[in-house]
């Protein structure tokens, strides 16, 4: 019985007993002080696992033998980034490294590192640092989004966006490294766009930068596994190449003038020229600035050599393509050089003055291949604002005949062709004398023949209704001298 007694006395030896809380403690009142500390630890312990399940971060923990695991196991079945860490056994093998080294060091080491999962590659900061337990713990950040960021705000200030090729500014800062360098075989390639200024001028800039990207693809073609491609200039390519003899340079720049001719043949829009200049240096110290400065020279020197030519090859070039708009139809031309060749004689104009005429005939209206179709071919009325873009083809016209030998010396007659007797033709307003004559026997034929032949939104009016259309407008549209002129020549030009 005393047994029993002695045994329903014991006190058990539980958490409060032992820390001195409750009537059965060992001590009551026993180190109170502790009560407060152990609470303490527990909430510094509850926010540390939070904090731990919050954070983003994939921690690993490893001792100072390298074993490394998982910082919290239960997360790992959720966690596939960690799953494909653990399973990658060159990087765990490099982290064991890193982590040997921060034993030694006792210092934190910070790796960054690139995985491919699924197809896709991630970026990674892991940083490596040792307890005071010498548990050494490594806090692995995914970066993906901030280096996919960085690499895009990189690529926006080194890259031209309309080529896909390097700028100007990542150029020069490329150079820089070579300048004043022992360098062996080194090389500067300026390559410069024909015409692109016409082009964007009568075609519009739309279609000059589609001449610009045509010409890049050619470019990385020839040169992307060998040098570096910048666009230097709105018209301008760079290339710069390393380890390469002449001869090689001048093999490259056979096979592009191929790819050119090639591209031409295969297309019906703007023949592409380009103007080459190169400068090689073979060995000893490279003067940046003097090889890029002869290489420009020599593309000039190339370029010199063949405007004229070139010019003359885009001016026919945009005939065609003012043709392929139908706009010129059947004859159009060849009947109005009659017709005003005959009131040219009339005059006894000297042939000077007669071959500008004839000339004007045929390329007027050459400007009209900068105007859209949408307006070119509208069969009612055009809006004002249609109507300010289709004046607009004087300007193109003489902007064009400026630039080919055959045609400069009656760009002036192209801008003015649309002049009125009365003063409210455009894009001048001239009046009377104050139009050149050859556009004002101009005026006369073309409206004549307009209205002769069928368009696509009438049909063509009897010649004697043409003639009195013509009369009706002396000294308004016409000048009424050269009308009269007109009525004398015209039924013996076509007779009834």
Wanted: proline content about 2%.
């Amino acid at each position: 019985m005393s047994k029993s007694y002695e045994s329903d006395k014991k006190k058990s030896f539980t958490r409060e007993a032992i820390i001195g809380l409750g009537e059965d403690s060992f001590r009551k009142n026993y180190y109170p002080e502790l009560q407060d500390h152990l609470l303490e630890l527990e909430r510094i312990n509850s926010r540390n696992k939070a904090l731990i399940t919050t954070i983003p971060d994939i921690l690993l923990v490893s001792d100072i033998k390298g074993h490394i695991s998982p910082f919290n196991v239960s997360r790992l079945k959720n966690n596939e980034m960690t799953l494909s860490i653990m399973k990658n056994q060159e990087l765990i093998q490099k982290l064991r490294t890193l982590v040997s080294e921060v034993v030694i060091s006792r210092l934190l080491i910070t790796y960054d590192f690139q995985m491919e999962v699924d197809h896709k590659t991630f970026y990674f900061e892991a940083r490596i640092h040792i307890s005071t337990f010498d548990e050494v713990l490594i806090m692995i950040r995914d970066m993906t989004d901030r280096i996919t960021l960085e690499n895009r705000l990189r690529t926006l200030v080194d890259k031209d966006n309309l080529c896909n090729v390097y700028n100007r500014r990542y150029f020069e800062y490329y150079l820089a490294d070579f300048n004043m360098q022992e360098i062996i075989s080194f090389t500067i390639i300026i390559i410069d766009i024909d015409g692109l200024k016409l082009i964007n001028d009568t075609l519009g800039h739309l279609s000059g930068d589609r001449v610009i990207v045509t010409v890049a693809e050619l470019i990385k073609k020839t040169f992307n596994h060998f040098g570096m491609i910048s666009r230097i200039g709105g018209d301008e390519f760079g290339i710069v190449l390393h380890g390469f003899s002449a001869n090689d340079i001048e093999g490259f720049l056979d096979t592009l003038k191929t790819l050119v001719k090639e591209d031409n043949q295969q297309t019906e829009s703007v023949e592409l020229s380009l103007s080459y200049g190169y400068s090689h240096h073979e060995s000893g110290v490279l003067n940046v600035d003097w090889v890029f400065q002869e290489a420009d020279n020599n593309m000039y020197q190339n370029k010199l050599l063949k405007t004229s030519s070139t010019k003359n090859n885009l001016v026919k070039t945009l005939m065609k393509a003012l043709e392929a708009k139908d706009y010129i139809t059947e004859g159009h031309a060849d009947r109005m050089e009659m017709l005003a060749t005959i009131i040219g004689h009339e005059l006894n104009l000297p042939q000077n003055i007669i071959d500008r005429i004839q000339l004007l005939t045929k390329f007027h209206d050459i400007g009209k291949v900068g105007i859209p179709d949408s307006i070119l071919k509208k069969a009612g009325a055009l809006t004002p604002d249609e109507w300010k873009v289709m004046c607009t083809h004087c300007n193109i016209g003489e902007r064009i005949a400026n630039e080919s030998t055959e045609l400069k010396d009656i760009a002036h007659l192209i801008l003015k062709h649309q002049e009125r007797w009365d003063g409210k033709g455009y894009p001048l307003g001239l009046a009377g004398n104050e139009i050149p004559l050859e556009c004002r026997i101009l005026a006369i034929v073309d409206t004549f023949d307009a209205m002769t032949n069928d368009r696509p939104y009438r049909k063509a009016l009897p010649m004697h209704v043409a003639v009195e259309e013509i009369l009706n407008h002396a000294g308004t549209q016409f000048d009424p001298e050269l009308v009269k002129v007109f009525h004398k020549v015209v039924f013996k030009a076509y007779p009834l």
